[in-house]
């Protein structure tokens, strides 16, 4: 019931809050004496290191232990800058803010490539370093001692005093969060970020650069953090190194886990509980450390998802106004309603540079092999795909279908073997592969189940578009319109899909089928000239795999070639133009449907598998009834 009313008035309920929030943080100074403007002031700021360290945690999936790190960086410059070289403290904020960008970008530079958990180490070891470089270089940071009397920006004449101190650093959680919330929610390149966290090979099949989106996203972040350094430089007004050492750093961890990693809200709430908890034991501060490392274990075990993570996801389930059970879980057959002209326009196919004449080869593979360890994957396997067809893989389980698509998408390195397509050697990086207009697949789903349907399907429209990071973190007006005609795009996509009333639903809640069909259009959105499909009709009921028929035949009358895995035979047999059968890495046999289906070494093949309940001729048959 109140669930319900919570939802229908969301908008208005989100707008109060913020109101009765702003209004609180605003008129709050004028009933707290110095103490307490100063302790609200350092929650502020706090808030905003949080913030940034939940733009690299809780939405790309970067677990950084160097933020405390940062955020002196930030302080440091401008503490320096002003102390030292006179600067006016208003030029040397933004100073502050782009040399803790910088260090963000080389650390990330240097561990974006390695995996998550040495990523987390290996920015440990840069905050010890940053720790010790301020340490040392005593005649700049005053060593051990730190900096004191830093001088406070001015408004005209005077020097902010502590209230207005305030009102600066509130102004700034506003725009943290405001800035945060433009660029994960209403942005490309939040959703590449929000993607690569949530799975990165799919991400990286749509022709998402991990190196370059996570590098942009730890400067930004890093940026956010310096900014938060510099207000806390100027409220303190002396900083010293143990501003930038662990226990802070761990402390921000405990906050943004147990507030809720990837929500807006949830790294605000954390802080807030650590600060009063931090009053309410002032005097047993022996023991701290202890609470709030116990305070992270309870969290990781009891609420995974953080406080208002869980509320959230509670929310999500209890008024997904879909519920699984009353889905009509079939699939629409597109075969009414789409038209060649709509889906070359809707994706943007002419702007593709990789068009082939039909019927020449658009991709050729020649002696690829591949091996595991002992394991011969594919024994020099040749394939061509020719442009405008649809074309069949197929082979018994565990023949290396799975692992020739790996090959030829540069998901996997091979051992020997060339691959061109579109008349060009394939790019080593499996996202340029992608980028260059092959795209695949999985055979096991991967969506980003933690995302809308919708956002799944805009996410491959990352690479449309010329709007810079900025303008988005800005809510500049052209970044707005930029969003809001690729918005207008995926509205229309769902709706020649049939899910435009699942928009809005988490994508892990659709049932099979649709999940199926959504990952085929989420790979259609990168402007595909060859689609990969990696047994797409896996756990389809009859009539889905009839509409997939249909839309794939759609789909190469719109002039998309498509490379089709498949076990089931008779969805094969009925639209493939020609099939390539592999038997344990060696091509067996190629040619018309037909051809492959009365080839001795096919049937032998498949009937060597009859034992698992597959009477290939059986199939056959029926696939040229049901399809006849
Ligand atoms: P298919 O897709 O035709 O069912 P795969 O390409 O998945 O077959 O697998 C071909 C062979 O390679 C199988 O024997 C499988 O066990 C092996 N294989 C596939 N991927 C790996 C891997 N990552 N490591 C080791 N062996 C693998
Ligand atoms: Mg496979």
Known sequence: MTLDFIKHNARIIRLTSIFIVALIVFIAP??????????????????????????????????????????????????????????????????????????????????????????????????????????????????????????????????LDDRAMYYLIWLGVLFSLWSLHNLVDNSRYGRSFRALKSNEPAAIALGINPLGYKMLSFSLSAGMAGFAGVLFAYLNQFISPQLVGLEFGLELFVAVLLGGSGTLLGPILGVVFLASVREFIKDYAQYQQLLFGSVLIATMFLIPKGIWGELKAFYVKQTSKFNPDDINPTISDPADYLDPATIRSLLELDNNQHQIETGKPILEAQGVVKSFGGLQALRGVDLAVNAGTIHGLIGPNGSGKSTLINCLTSSMERNEGSIVYANQNTPRYAYRVAKSGMVRVFQIPHLFGDMTVKENILTGFHGRGNVDPISYIMGLPYARREEAEMQRIADRLLEVAGLQDKAEMQANLLPHGQQRLLEVLRALTVSPSLLILDEPATGLVTREVQALGHLLEKLRDSGITILLIEHNMAFVMSVCDRVTVLEEGEKIAEGTPTEVQHNQRVIAAYLGESVKGIDIEKTMQEAVERYA
Do not use: C
């Open 30 to 159: 004028q009933f707290l004496d110095r103490y307490w403007t100063f302790f609200f002031g350092a929650l502020g700021i706090t808030i905003i290191l949080a913030t940034s360290l939940n733009l690299a945690i809780g939405y790309t999936g970067l677990v950084s232990i160097v933020h405390s790190g940062l955020y002196g960086v930030g302080a440091y410059t401008v503490a320096i800058l002003v102390k030292e070289f006179g600067w006016s403290p208003w030029i040397a904020l933004s100073m502050g803010v782009i040399a803790a960008a910088f260090v963000g970008a080389i650390i990330s530079l240097t561990t974006v490539r390695v995996s998550h958990l040495y990523f987390a180490i290996v920015t440990l070891a840069f905050n010890a370093i940053i720790v010790e470089v301020i340490r040392e270089s005593r005649d700049l940071t005053g060593g051990q001692i730190g900096i004191f009397s830093i001088p406070r920006p001015a408004l005209g004449a005077e020097k």
